[in-house]
């Protein structure tokens, strides 16, 4: 049974618009080899941080909609911290 999640997903500055796209449509392969469903995907833009994290105050902001097995979202956490170029996520469940 797959739940429907929400992840937000802030991308290091140091890309393109573009390039910050492709990687946005890494997370959404995995998510789709994983027996995940993409449902929609918001793109925020380039907005200031409202701390620095790793010496960074602005980051690419994605928010995903998607349905996953619920077994398989410690993989997809993993795969978040995993990627250096994701500066921070989150991962809710929607009901």
Sequence with gaps: MLNTYESMV??????????????????HTFLKNNGG??????ELGKKRLAYEINKF???YYFVNYYKFAKDKVTELENYF???ENIIRFNILIKE
């Excluded at 469903?37 to 918001?42: F, H, Q």
């Design 57 to 59: 105050a602005e980051g």
């Design 81 to 83: 911290k995993l990627n």
């Design 37 to 42: 469903e993409i449902v929609k995907t918001e």
């Design 10 to 27: 802030v991308f290091s500055p140091n890309f393109s618009e573009v390039d910050v796209k492709k990687e946005n449509e890494k997370i």
